[in-house]
């Protein structure tokens, strides 16, 4: 029996599952704007509700200055700004022009965006930030900048809304196994059938409320939270950080149905004493990082809510997920989602998967395409384990990520800039277990003095985003070394704290 299958509902048959009806996201919002223009989608603190009439016109209005700047279809538009109505006009305005979105972190730092700029060439930054502006600019100084209201000039009546399922709608980067992020190319067919499958899975409708707290520019906040409310026709009240009271609040005077976060922000929630309002929703979810067997407990003794966990990735939108009726069960991320294939490869049993949901390669990298598919399956680099019920469990990992609060860290990244250090001569980043975290940054480092742990934090966090500087920092005589010279790295322990 196809795995799948033990998501869909009694009322569906294997025969209606479609996962490309309506064939691109922006299709499928433009009808249910126009079908219930009335209906309120989109609840940011600033502008209140905004409803699908406004969001089809302001779009519309949207799209035509971003073509006026230059943007056509396959063209790259960056965006990075925190979650707001304005947000969402531009990126469903890039979309609905047939451009390609690169949403990006804002927490980045000059070089970062300077890779991804000048990788994936953007004709238009949306961005809030000057500071932004000086970076992008100094790649390239046609790229034309607006904030998110885009403060640009208005061009003529165009036509919108001709995208296919096979044309790339996002460009999500992404480390990978090795070396600089690289551009994951999602189509709209790839986001699309994935959010299909979660509505499928999750029994997502119209009548639901969503708290979104993660920030939209990566996969869970933006490819899951925001294009699944928006095609199923569900509300979203976005807030554009994660403080707990106000997640609490906006749940009860929203009379929300479902809450989707990392486990941090669930740890948050059980630190703050108030998880027992959790106890009013319909769904909460889980993802992006491990959830612990002791979290999931805690937050069904505290709130009776069984978070359902799921396992995605940049390159597949989402993957495998616990079941809504059926076990969720603690520690495992659940059965393949609607069309998606899974299967364990070689000794140490690397997740691979297929399916209408997996992308097609990374932006002009064909060397990296050619290592990341084995005969038409994605690596993700995840290691895993099925139990008898055919339920997934993440047990490691075989490429080098760390996972802190739910950003994608590469160890890699963090060296080659301690190494620029003046004082370090050699140095190793690894992960380690963290309470509030999951997993937090340590740098072993060989240096010709004491490198202080503020001093290596500060020389990180200038280089690079916040949360990539290191939380434990150790001076060693040496690294350990195989006989190849390898860095030993799982003989890198810490012994005590900072
Ligand atoms: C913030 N800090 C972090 C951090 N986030 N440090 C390590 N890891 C992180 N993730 C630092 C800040 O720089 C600050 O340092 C200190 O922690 C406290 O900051 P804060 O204001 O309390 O943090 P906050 O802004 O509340 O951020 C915590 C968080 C955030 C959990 C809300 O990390 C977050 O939004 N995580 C979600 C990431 C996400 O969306 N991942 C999805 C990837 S998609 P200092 O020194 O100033 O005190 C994916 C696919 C899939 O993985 O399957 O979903
Ligand atoms: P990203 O590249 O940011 O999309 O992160 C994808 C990675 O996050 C996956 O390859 C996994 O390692 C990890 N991940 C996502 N969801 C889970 C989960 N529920 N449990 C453990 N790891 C997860």
């Known amino acids: 029996m196809t795995a ?42 600033k502008q209140g509700w905004i409803n699908g009439g406004t969001l089809l016109a302001r779009s519309q209005i949207a799209a035509r200055k971003l073509a006026r700047a230059g943007v056509a279809a396959g063209d790259r538009v960056l965006i990075s700004a925190s979650s707001s109505v304005d947000l969402v006009v531009a990126h469903t ?49 046609n790229i034309v900048l607006t904030p998110p209201s885009i403060s640009l000039d208005e061009g003529p009546d165009i036509s919108l809304d001709a995208v296919k399922a096979s044309h790339p709608a996002l460009i999500g980067y992404t480390s990978g196994t090795t070396g ?31 708290i979104l707290a993660l920030p939209l520019f990566h996969m869970h906040g933006l ?37 989707f976060g990392v486990p941090t922000m669930y740890s ?7 998880a027992n309002e959790l106890d009013v929703l319909r769904l909460c979810v889980s993802g992006s990082a491990p959830l612990s067997s002791s979290l999931h407990e805690s937050i069904q003794r505290e709130s009776g809510q069984v978070v359902l966990e799921r396992y995605g990735m940049t390159e597949t939108a989402m993957l495998v997920s616990n079941l809504y009726e059926g076990a969720r069960k603690a520690g495992s991320v659940g059965i393949p989602l609607p069309g998606v294939e899974i299967r364990l490869e ?44 055919g339920y997934l469990a993440i047990t490691g990992r075989a490429k080098e990520l760390i996972i802190s609060g739910g950003f994608n860290i590469y160890p890699r990244e963090i060296e080659d800039v301690l190494c620029e250090h003046d004082a370090i001569t050699e140095c ?3 992960g380690v277990a963290d309470d509030e975290w999951g997993e937090a940054v340590a740098a072993f480092v060989v240096a010709d003095r004491d490198i202080g742990y503020e001093e290596a934090r500060d020389f990180v966090g200038r280089r690079l985003a916040h949360y990539k500087r290191p939380t434990h920092v150790r001076r060693v005589a040496s690294l350990p070394k195989n006989a190849l010279g390898k860095v030993q790295k799982h003989r890198l322990v810490l012994d005590r704290d900072n």
């Open 4 to 45: 799948w299958l033990k998501h869909l509902p009694q009322t569906i048959a294997e025969s209606e599952v479609d996962l490309l009806a309506g064939d691109t996201l922006p299709s499928v919002w433009v009808d249910r704007w126009m079908r219930d223009p009335q209906r309120e989608v989109i609840h940011d603190p």
């Open 180 to 210: 600089r992020p690289k551009g994951a190319v999602l189509s709209h067919g790839n986001l699309l059938s994935s959010i299909r499958g979660l509505e499928i899975a999750w029994r997502w409708t119209s009548h639901d409320t969503l």
């Open 223 to 259: 490819g899951v939270g925001l294009h699944g409310s928006l095609a199923v026709g569900a509300k979203a009240v976005l807030l554009p950080q994660f403080k707990v009271d106000q997640v609490l609040n906006a749940i009860s005077e929203f009379k929300a149905t479902l809450f």
């Open 268 to 274: 948050r929630i059980i630190d703050s004493g108030r």
């Open 346 to 389: 070689g000794d140490a049993s690397e997740i691979e998967v297929r399916g209408p949901n997996v992308f097609e390669g990374y932006w002009e990298r064909p060397d990296a395409n050619a290592e990341a598919f084995r005969d038409g399956w994605f690596r993700t680099g995840d290691l895993g384990r099925l139990d008898e019920d």
């Open 428 to 430: 190793a980043v690894v």
């Open 93 to 141: 305005a890039a979309l609905r022009l047939g451009a390609i979105v690169m949403p990006t972190n804002g927490a980045y730092r000059a070089d970062e965006v300077a890779h991804v700029v000048s990788d994936a060439r953007p004709r238009v930054a949306i961005i809030e930030d000057a500071e932004w502006g000086e970076w992008i600019r100094a790649v390239d100084k």
